[in-house]
């Protein structure tokens, strides 16, 4: 291959999502390019599965909303579970939880304010309430599988004519008077792919592909490749990690996702076990996979599991993973042209949404490429990556 219509980088829920909506749209010569197809250190791959649609930004509520809606028409296939988002509020944030909830009631989801008593009553397990000021509990929300919704893109995707290409990463960007014409992709083997995307040089045949449209979807490695651009954007790839955790006393697999007032989020697996995350604010960036273990479950989680549910005293750490979120300054996307270069597009830092916004994502972007405006999502400008030169912010709450 020595040439592509439109080169996509990055192969994860953006990338492929992206790709389904440019190639169902009629573009031509759409190839998607990344070094792990499989995309075993991808977001994609290592995320929670949550979807909800409880922001504080109207256009990511609007890009949520949209995203959970289409992912309903495929419940069977992505594995949708519509059980709800139960959030647990202290009384530090529950007034500014509150007041968001009408503004996701525009968007029709009918989300509810419940007392502490409220939540033991419904959720009887949930038995230490005190420090509690509230709840929210928005019923269409739940979760997702994230492979098969990434499946369910690239199958469409390739059905319209992409081309998805394995084991190549870009490594250099071509211009000429400040447009994109070309790229340069090395080849590596699945050792190298792996020790670029833990930061190390690739060494490999390198491929010029010349290009009209290049778009960088890399996730956690958009920073990297919009260097190569020539345009670079203000993101850090932080390394974040969830347990299995075993249980024999609480059956959770009634319930979606439920956020602790401490900011520790938990969902059922499978029988006998849930996942549990939490987020420690201030890690610092790095393209690390490490996972810390029991020692992560005993310091983070649990403490924080048993203050709020007596029957989680007794609980087992099974296994964990650690996968990269990918935060930009005021943690919102990056969607739209890349600004200053010509033929240069992005999707990239969902700052924890990745799934729950990728089917409308991908198609505000697909849009605009193909038809110069935003029309299905016109909320989708705000998520320009120019904003961060002078423009509005998107400042979104990030608690998990
Ligand atoms: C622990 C954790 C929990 C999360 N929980 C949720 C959740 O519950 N709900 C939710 O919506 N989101 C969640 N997220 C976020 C979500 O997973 C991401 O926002 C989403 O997967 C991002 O998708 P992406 O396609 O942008 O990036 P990725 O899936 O990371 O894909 C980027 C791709 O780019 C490729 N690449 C990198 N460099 C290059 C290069 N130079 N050339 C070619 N290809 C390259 C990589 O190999 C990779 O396959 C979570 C994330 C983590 C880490």
Redesign the pocket.
Known sequence: MDAAGTLI????????ALAMHLAEMGARDVVV?????A?A???????????RATWWRPVNVELCAATIDELARHRERVALRQRGYLWLHGPERWAEAREHVALQNRFGRDVELLTPAEVGRRWPFIDRLDDLAGATFSPHDGLVD?NAVRELYRERARAAGVLFLDR????AVRTEDGRVTGASLTTVDAEG?DA??RGGAPEGAVTEVACGRLVN??????S??AD?IGVPVPCRAVP???CVVGTRDVDLSHDGMIVDASDVYLHHEADGMFLA?YSPPGDPPAYSFDYEGRAFFEREIWPRLAHRVSAFDRLEHLRGW?????LSPDNSALLGAVPGREGAFE??S?????????WAAGLALAELMETGAHRTFPSAAALSGARFDGGELQPEELHI
């Not at 980088?9 to 492929?16: I, M």
């Not at 190549?168 to 490594?171: F, N, S």
């Open positions: 980088v990055g192969a994860g829920l953006a990338g492929s390019a990344d070094p792990d197809l995309g250190r991808s977001s994609s791959q290592l995320n929670a599965g949550g979807v994230p190549l990463l870009l490594t792919a670029a995307l979807a890399a996730g956690p490695w958009a990297r490749v190569l974040r990690q969830i995350g650690t996968g990269l979120y990918e999707i990239h969902f700052s924890g949404r990745g799934v729950m916004q990728s």
